[in-house]
C-alpha cells in the first residue's frame, strides 16, 4: 500500500514542498501507524490504508486536490499512536502480554486543524482544500460536539468538504467494517 499510496501522490501531487511534504511522510510513522486505536483499521498500516480507502471513494474532478484532501486528511496521526502492552488470556487460559494502541498527542492542536497545519507548513492549500481536511470529521469533530455551527457554513460554502466527510465515512464505515 505504501508503493500505491507514493505512486499516486507522486503522479498528482506537484506543489513547492510536495517532496518534502513526502520526505516527512517517509520519515515519520505514516506508512505503519493505525487509522484508529480500536475503531476502524486499528492495526499496522491501517492510517495509509484508510487514505487509500478515502482516495478511492472521494469524488473531485481536480486530481491534485483529491490526492491532496484524500491521501493528507488523516496526517495529523502521524507520530501520534504508541503501542502498550496489558495483561490478557490467551486460548489455553495463560496470562499473556498483548500489545494495543494508545493515543500520545505531542501536538494537541485538534484533528483536522492539525492536519491543515502540517500539511500547510510544507504546501500551499487553497482555501477549499483547507476547509475540506479541517472539517473532514463533520459531526463527529469536537468543536461540533461543543455547540459550534461552523461546520454548517462549511459544508455550505465548500461542498468539497462535505464530500471529503462522505468519502471518509464511507471508507470507515462500508469499507474497513471487521468482519
Known sequence: MKEQ??????????RNGADKLLEYLMTSDFFTAPASTRFHLSKEGGLVEHSLNVYNRFECDNLETRAICALLHDVCKTNFYKVEY?????????????????????????????????????????????????????????????????????????????????????ASYIDEVSK
Open 5 to 14: 499510496f507514493i505512486k499516486i501522490y507522486q503522479e498528482n501531487i506537484k
Open 86 to 170: 496489558r495483561n490478557a488470556k490467551d486460548e489455553s487460559g495463560q496470562w499473556v502480554k498483548v500489545p494495543y494502541y494508545t493515543i500520545d498527542d505531542t501536538l494537541p492542536y485538534g484533528h483536522g486543524e492539525k492536519s491543515v497545519y502540517i500539511i500547510s507548513g510544507f504546501i500551499k492549500l487553497s482555501r477549499e482544500e483547507a476547509m475540506a481536511i479541517r472539517w473532514h470529521m463533520g459531526g463527529f469533530d469536537d468543536s461540533v460536539k461543543g455547540g459550534s455551527f461552523a461546520l454548517s457554513g462549511a459544508f455550505e460554502k465548500f461542498p468539497l468538504a462535505l464530500n471529503l466527510h462522505i468519502a471518509d465515512l464511507q
